[in-house]
């Protein structure tokens, strides 16, 4: 097997005792991240990748992560 430091890690942590369980998640690049707003002036919510979204509301929560490719 060839050697990548993901790869290396796991044998440094198999030395010790430890073992692999599962995965924890996944690293992507090129996320953009994705908010919800309240519009006011429109009694309603709507989602964009802005954090300001152009004044046209108020930030609530940060969604998550959405792919840019």
């Given at each position: 097997m060839d050697y990548t430091p993901y790869r290396g890690l796991l044998l440094l942590?198999?030395?010790q005792g430890y073992q692999k369980s599962r995965t924890a998640g996944f690293v992507y690049s090129g996320l953009r991240p994705a908010y919800?707003?309240?519009s006011e002036s429109g009694k309603s919510h709507f989602a964009a990748n802005?954090?300001?979204c152009e004044h046209l509301g108020k930030q609530e929560a940060l969604l998550g992560y959405d792919l840019t490719e």
């Amino acid at each position: 097997m060839d050697y990548t430091p993901y790869r290396g890690l796991l044998l440094l942590c198999e030395d010790q005792g430890y073992q692999k369980s599962r995965t924890a998640g996944f690293v992507y690049s090129g996320l953009r991240p994705a908010y919800s707003f309240y519009s006011e002036s429109g009694k309603s919510h709507f989602a964009a990748n802005r954090p300001d979204c152009e004044h046209l509301g108020k930030q609530e929560a940060l969604l998550g992560y959405d792919l840019t490719e």
